[in-house]
């Protein structure tokens, strides 16, 4: 599985930025896809989840209300939709891949649980 991030930039604080993930190889391998995002200084750290067929969403504490995932399966692409964004929101951005069947069960939201990665896109927010 092979994992594209796109979409990141420069944007103030207030405002909104769409996040894309494409997937290709593999596709019929994954459950579940995961963004996550690491700051300067920072752990990577789980920013919201969604099952491949879409059933269901998980979504951390910090960004719910403001961040909405979603996928479009024809284009086998994910989305992150920012809004509200804060200059806490400023990290690189990472798409991930879950091919376990326990993400049938569960959105699993450590890093390492995810097996596939793509190569991050950074999001800077100025205040």
């Known amino acids: 599985v092979q994992l594209q991030a796109f979409g990141g930039g420069l944007v103030q604080a207030g405002g909104s930025l769409r996040l894309s993930c494409a997937a290709s190889g593999s596709i019929f391998s994954i459950n579940a896809m995961g963004w996550f995002r690491q700051a300067p200084g920072k752990e990577r750290e789980f920013v919201a989840g969604?099952?491949?067929?879409?059933?269901?969403?998980c979504y951390a504490d910090s960004v719910k209300g403001r961040f909405t995932i979603s996928r479009d399966n024809a284009k086998n692409t994910v989305y992150l939709q920012m809004n509200s964004l804060s200059p806490e929101d400023t990290a690189v951005y990472y798409c991930?891949?879950?091919?376990?069947?326990?993400?049938?069960?569960?959105?699993?939201?450590?890093?390492?649980?995810?097996?596939?990665w793509g190569q991050g896109t950074l999001v800077t927010v100025s205040s």
């Open positions: 969604i099952q491949w067929n879409g059933k269901s969403t």
């Open positions: 991930a891949a879950d091919p376990s069947p326990y993400s049938t069960v569960r959105i699993r939201t450590y890093s390492s649980e995810y097996a596939y």
